[in-house]
């Protein structure tokens, strides 16, 4: 179990990325990132794979719904450990009225004041800024 702020001097970033064309995208900016040991990464399932496969570790976490797995990222909300949580949701998540994890996790984020991006250019802007810092 991760608590709150394990260290003030790192930054905990949660990437929950849906297609796979914009984890390609994100890639080059999440693997320079990944270079600034001040940055501790987090990812749900299929984004923690991706990225391990391509030489961006990140610890995996749970989605919400996923309720019996640990760590899962409705704990760690709860916690506050993520300072920025990067949620890019796909077109069908979009179009969809449906709860889904991402939605929840959008939801949730906003309501604890978590810093959360949810467009892919902008997401790539800050993980540049991030990790020259």
């Known amino acids: 179990m991760v608590k709150k702020k ?10 929950s990325i849906g297609t796979l064309k914009n984890k390609s995208l994100l890639l080059p900016y999440i693997q320079k990132a990944s270079e600034n040991k001040k940055l501790i990464f987090y990812a749900t399932e299929k984004t923690h794979r991706y990225l391990k496969d391509h030489a961006a570790p990140t610890t995996l976490v749970y989605k919400i719904s996923q309720k019996n797995k640990t760590p899962n990222i409705a704990e760690l909300l709860e916690q506050k ?9 796909t077109t069908r998540e979009k179009d969809s009225k449906e709860m889904t994890d991402g939605r929840l ?11 959360l991006v949810t467009d892919i250019d902008v997401a790539s802007m800050i993980l540049d800024k991030v990790a020259k810092q």
């Open 81 to 89: 450990v993520f300072d920025i949580i990067i949620n890019i949701p």
């Open 6 to 15: 394990p260290s003030i001097n790192k930054k905990y970033i949660l990437l």
């Open 105 to 115: 996790i959008r939801k949730r984020s906003i309501e604890l004041d978590i810093n």
